[in-house]
Each structure stands twice: as C-alpha cells, then as structure tokens.
C-alpha cells in the first residue's frame, strides 16, 4: 500500500511559479510510475505529467509542455512538479498517482492516488 500526500499548492499571479511535490509512504515507490493529474470546477480530470520509475523518460500535456517540468527523487520517495508561467486556466486541483498504468494518461489506470492540492493563478 503506498499513501500519497501532495503538497506546495496556492494563490499566484499569472506568470508566477510554483512547485508542487507529492511524497509517498507505506512503501517505495522506486518502481513505479508516477503521474500529475488536474481537476478545473465543472470539468473533466486530465493528465498533466507522467515520469517513468527511474526518471529517465517523462511526458507532458501539449497544454503545459515547456512551462512544467515533473521529477523524481526515489531516495526521498516524493515526485515534483515545477510549473513555471503559470496561466489563469492552468487553476485546478492537481493530484498525484503512481503504479504501473498501461496508459499513463488513464488516471485510473494508476494504482494509488492522493487527495490533492488546490492551484489557483489570478490573472
């Protein structure tokens, strides 16, 4: 079982950055993926980022590839998003997930999932 919790959300202007983390407990999670998903008011949940178990390959949504970069720190157990130029549509509650998904842009494809972190940039 692995529990995790995102964190490093809140309230930035248009253009600012911020960094989200997202660490895990109840077991490394060294072995698996891990993904970023986001949730606007009213819309659908949709994937943002994914990285593969050892960092080396990752994948982005057209709508954030260039501003948002994911990592992994296996050692610490916590995966990171840096998302920089942020845009007023970029608000939403971004979660983590992690497993071993067949497609890394299914958010239920993934075996563990985390409650969220709020993201809201004012224009």
């Known amino acids: 079982q692995v529990q995790l919790v995102e964190s490093g959300g809140g309230l930035v202007q248009a253009g600012g950055s911020l960094r989200l983390s997202c660490a895990g407990a109840?077991?490394?999670?060294?072995?698996?993926?891990m993904g970023w998903f986001r949730q606007a008011p009213g819309k659908e949940r949709e994937f943002v980022a994914t990285?593969?178990?050892?960092?080396?390959?990752?994948n982005y949504a057209d709508s954030v590839n260039g501003r948002f970069t994911i990592s992994r720190s296996n050692a610490r157990n916590t995966v990171y998003l840096q998302m920089n130029s942020l845009k007023p549509e970029d608000t939403a509650v971004y979660s983590c997930?992690?497993?071993?998904?067949?497609?890394?842009?299914?958010?239920?494809?993934?075996?563990?999932w985390g409650q969220g972190t709020q993201v809201t940039v004012s224009s």
């Open positions: 997930a992690s497993g071993r998904p067949p497609n890394f842009r299914d958010y239920d494809a993934y075996d563990y």
């Open positions: 109840g077991r490394t999670f060294g072995g698996l993926a």
């Open positions: 990285i593969n178990w050892s960092g080396s390959s990752t």
